[in-house]
């Protein structure tokens, strides 16, 4: 893989990366699984800083450091929801009428192995989520979701709860809305992209990011299902 075909922005200080689904964002400590962090690396020939993660079968928008100020400044940036919207595109079952927005605090399920909605007195976490109706098909729907918050996996999470589940989703989803994409698009995991960054006013040495916003178009795996979905 090139990782140079990836980049969507880069400048002496950052870069940011349209990732692949299937591809680790950093290194799990198992020679055999690529990862981005990696060959972003051996491109740059120094250390990748690795800012936000995506799961392995999330693609979309990451961004990576290219020294240690730098990453300690955009880490605030980044993890700040105020200063940087996170939008991501996600086909979920059912069809959603309107906007709306999802606030249900989460915390982990060790017994589960996922995160769940629960009480804040029972150690969960504020979680808010707002999605926008993107396109409407028979039996789905694609949302625009922005996170408000940045709990591991939020929008998952947050859409099963409100029983519209991400398609393809295998710890939060619907089996058999995952077996028919199986079937009939040979499609499995997560039908869930990181597509945009739009950051707000800055103050630091990343002002010049002010005002500016960065897409990552729908992978065509993910393009070509939503071209066959009955409308």
Do not use: W
């Not at 491109?43 to 995506?54: D, V």
């Not at 922005?146 to 398609?167: E, K, N």
């Amino acid at each position: 893989m090139n990782v140079k075909d990836l980049i969507v922005y880069e400048d002496k200080y950052l870069v940011i990366i349209n990732k692949p689904r299937h591809l680790l964002s950093q290194f799990d400590g198992n020679k055999d699984n690529e990862s981005l962090d990696v060959l972003l690396s051996k491109y740059l020939g120094k250390q990748a800083m690795l800012i936000n993660r995506l799961d392995k079968d999330t693609s979309g928008l990451i961004v990576f450091a290219k020294d240690n100020k730098s990453a300690t400044e955009l880490a605030n940036i980044i993890n700040d929801h105020s200063i940087v919207e996170k939008h991501y595109l996600t086909l979920v079952n059912g069809v959603v009428s309107e906007d709306g927005v999802v606030d249900a605090p989460l915390r982990k399920s060790y017994e589960r192995k996922k995160m769940i909605v629960a009480p804040l007195k029972s150690g969960a976490k504020t979680a808010i989520t707002k999605y926008f109706v993107k396109e409407k098909y028979q039996n789905y729907t694609l949302l625009d979701v922005q996170l408000v918050t940045g709990r591991t996996h939020q929008i998952r999470a947050h859409m099963s709860y409100v029983r519209h589940h991400v398609v393809g989703d295998i710890k939060y989803g619907d089996y058999k809305v995952n077996n028919y994409f199986k079937k009939e698009f040979n499609f499995e995991n997560q039908f869930l992209h990181s597509y945009k960054l739009v950051f707000s006013d800055i103050k630091c040495t990343f002002n010049y990011l002010s005002n500016k916003e960065f897409i990552a178009e729908l992978p065509t795996e993910l393009q070509n299902i939503l071209e066959n979905l009955d409308k």
